[in-house]
């Protein structure tokens, strides 16, 4: 990606004047998608599902594939929001890809469509995405939540805990090279912690012990109420693309 072309992407997201030439220049690394994760990381991966399963007394996953587990989610009843949804959202994207967007759970218009982060939220991640030289179709995006609570309350722990399973199994079989966690939902649930948001973002975690780093930032919706924050998710993106081009070398 050329510069003007991520300038463009960073204009596309409100935060071209706050972007030195310099730091554009530092930041412009080229992303290769095609690599895989060594066989010792899913190992590590496996391992994690399998305690998880024998953890969780509510909802077992088997070592499935896509196809299958997408099935699964389908047909799910584990938590009382199978009886308000209108479709599950299982996730979108590449199953080969580098990059996981977490989310928290599906909205209106995702319960509607049945995908991830559309509407003004999805439209400014991929925005996102496209500054740090990601089409959409290059990451895999999926929520904690398979099913919209409704009046989009916030998850309760007993709905996370049904669901974590799934979402387990989705990191099992992509191997992201790195998660990005967007929102304080997706970053606590993913994290175990209940440590504010803005206390996370900047450092560098590991997704359930297995080696995949986590990153968070704040979430496209609160970004689009909060445009002043916009600056701060693109530290976070770089940032990312940093933790990433260093698993590399
Ligand atoms: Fe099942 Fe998850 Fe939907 Fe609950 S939120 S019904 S656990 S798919």
């Given at each position: 990606m050329t510069i003007g072309q991520q300038q463009q992407y960073l204009d596309a997201m409100g935060i071209q004047r706050w972007v030195r030439r310099d730091r554009v220049v530092e930041d412009n690394d080229v992303i290769d998608t095609g690599e895989t994760?060594?066989?010792?990381?899913?190992?590590?991966?496996?391992?994690?599902?399998?305690?998880?399963?024998?953890?969780?007394t509510r909802?077992?996953?088997p070592l499935v594939d896509w196809q299958?587990?997408?099935?699964?989610?389908?047909?799910?009843?584990?938590?009382?929001?199978?009886?308000?949804?209108t479709q599950t959202v299982f996730g979108v994207g590449n199953q080969n890809a580098e990059w996981l967007v977490v989310g928290e759970a599906p909205g209106a218009e995702e319960d509607r469509q049945g995908e991830p982060f559309v509407g003004r939220a999805g439209q400014l991640l991929n925005a996102m995405l496209l500054a740090?030289?990601?089409?959409?179709?290059?990451?895999?995006?999926?929520?904690?939540?398979?099913?919209?609570?409704?009046?989009?309350?916030?998850?309760r722990p007993e709905e996370v805990a049904c669901c974590e399973p799934f979402?387990?199994?989705?990191?099992?079989?992509?191997?992201p090279k790195i998660i990005l966690a967007v929102g304080r939902i997706a970053a606590q649930n993913l994290?175990?912690?209940?440590?504010?948001?803005?206390?996370?973002?900047?450092?560098?975690?590991?997704?359930?012990?297995?080696?995949?780093?986590?990153?968070?930032?704040?979430?496209?919706a609160y970004l689009l109420r909060s445009p002043k924050e916009k600056r701060k998710a693109w530290e976070d993106l770089k940032y990312a693309c940093r933790i990433l081009s260093e698993q590399k070398n």
């Open positions: 994760a060594d066989t010792g990381e899913v190992n590590k991966i496996i391992s994690g599902i399998v305690k998880d399963v024998a953890d969780n909802i077992e996953v299958t587990l997408q099935s699964q989610v389908a047909a799910c009843t584990a938590c009382d929001l199978h009886k308000t949804r740090i030289g990601l089409k959409r179709e290059q990451v895999y995006i999926a929520n904690i939540l398979k099913c919209r609570p409704p009046n989009n309350r916030d998850p979402l387990k199994r989705q990191v099992a079989l992509l191997k994290l175990k912690t209940d440590t504010r948001i803005g206390a996370l973002r900047g450092n560098r975690y590991s997704y359930a012990d297995t080696g995949i780093p986590v990153v968070v930032t704040y979430h496209p």
